[in-house]
């Protein structure tokens, strides 16, 4: 896409607004090319025809009144096609919204939440019905099948990880600066250190020093890796550190007694336990035995690897 806002807005309101005077809806297509297999779904998908959270909406609730009315119908293969499309609808609509391409952003998120709402009605109603149906994510089944404390028990630890992952983002994006010199940046290459210098040269009289270093993952990154001098390393770690605050900790400590208690009140152990419950590995120790295994035997492979570490730790040591 081109990289500018504004013309973006436009071209992207444009092909939406055409597609709701046409009738066509470009998240409904996607998911019935998805249904009709390998050869349907290979055909490419135009971003701006699917970056519309009204759109998306739409879908949602069109697929939700097909299952209303197979339900009514007692039809359990076209029920079960509807209940098939409305989950593909919210796939396609939560990897776009990771991506960032439903817009506006705050639709999006609200428009996330009201479609949950219509999965979860359309699951019960379907259960109620006593039509057969499959293909329903166990967790949701789970979901909508508990009582009332134990659902908003699981409300409440999507809106906790919803908090830490915001937490977490605005963590990694960094915030503040670093005022370096080519000797704090000693073995950084000029290409990776030309992006912290001013566009004005000895112009930016206002600067401080050569480098303005924003504090965040990309300069972690690069100064960690290739720095050399090992005062800015630890500068640049500690002021990035130091950007996540106490919020996350917080937040992951409200996260963990809420899946703590989620398990608990579930009939599990452990969390882990309950998150493995559907897996191969279908416990804690099962799959700590295998993770030793796969390590006992990496052990082999990695040797060279770990001992040239060890070397040239021992040179600069």
Known sequence: MIRAPVINTVL???RSLKQLFSGRNAFQEAVSRTSQGPSASA???CLRDVCSASLWLMACRRAKRQISQAISAGEALAMQDSLTRL???LRLGSALGSAGALRPAILQRQSEK?????YDSAVRSSLSSGLAMKGVPSRKLLH??????TSELMELMHSQQMKLAAAT?????GSGHLDLTDQDLLGVADAAKSVWTSTLGSAAVWRKTKYRVPVGIDAVNKIGSFCQNPTTRERIFKA??????SEVDEAALELLRTRRLLARKLGFRSYADFELAPMATNSEAMARQLMDRCWKDARVALAPALKSMEEVHAGHT
């Open 12 to 14: 992207n309101t444009t």
């Open 43 to 45: 055909e490419a998908i």
């Open 87 to 89: 989950h593909e609808l």
């Open 114 to 118: 009201i479609a949950d709402r219509w």
């Open 144 to 149: 909508v099948r508990v009582e009332a404390s």
């Open 169 to 173: 983002q605005k963590g990694l994006a």
């Open 240 to 245: 990035y550190y130091e950007g996540f605050g």
